[in-house]
């Protein structure tokens, strides 16, 4: 779980950007995205999971091409996982978005939620108001909601 993708800035927002088109290509909707050094969480909605997962795993062997040509590093697995989850109910939803959101805070990369540039929080606040988001989140508090997900920051 090195932070392969945030191996610098550009990259950080070149995957941000590939990602994002990608998953224009394939959703209907495109909630809330974030991206981290090591890892990556977005919530869309498909109708196709199937090609939705084809077309990032296509991008994930791309992008793991790439990198590790840059790095002299051929053969290095990159990416180790992608799932994909149902939203259950608008609970289950919701607490979804506050978590994506609060990914860069809950691992420590800044203190407030919309200071980290590799996510749509301050779009999504500008969006959504303050007061509906911060209703949002009493309503849907994260509690231990991901605590196995992530992968531990090095």
Not at 38 to 48: A, E, K, L, P, R
Not at 87 to 100: D, G, I, L, P
Not at 103 to 111: D, F, S, T
Request: glycine letters at 6%.
């Amino acid at each position: 779980h090195r932070p392969i993708i945030g191996m610098t800035p550009q990259r950080m927002a070149d995957f941000e950007k590939r990602l994002l088109e990608k998953c224009d290509e394939q959703c209907q909707s495109v909630y809330t995205w974030n991206i981290l050094p090591n890892h990556y969480h977005v919530v869309v909605q498909t109708d196709d999971v199937k090609a939705l997962l084809f077309a990032l795993g296509r991008l994930h062997g791309r992008t793991s091409y790439d990198w590790n040509g840059e790095e002299s590093r051929r053969g290095r697995k990159v990416w180790f996982n992608a799932t994909e989850t149902a939203m259950k109910s608008e609970r289950h939803f919701w607490v979804t978005v506050v978590y994506v959101l609060n990914n860069a805070v809950r691992h420590g990369y800044v203190k407030r939620w919309q200071d980290w540039p590799y996510c749509n929080a301050v779009e999504f606040l500008e969006t959504h108001g303050r007061d509906d988001v911060e209703k949002k989140w009493s309503e849907y508090p994260l509690l231990d909601y991901g605590k196995e997900w992530d992968p531990p920051d090095l």
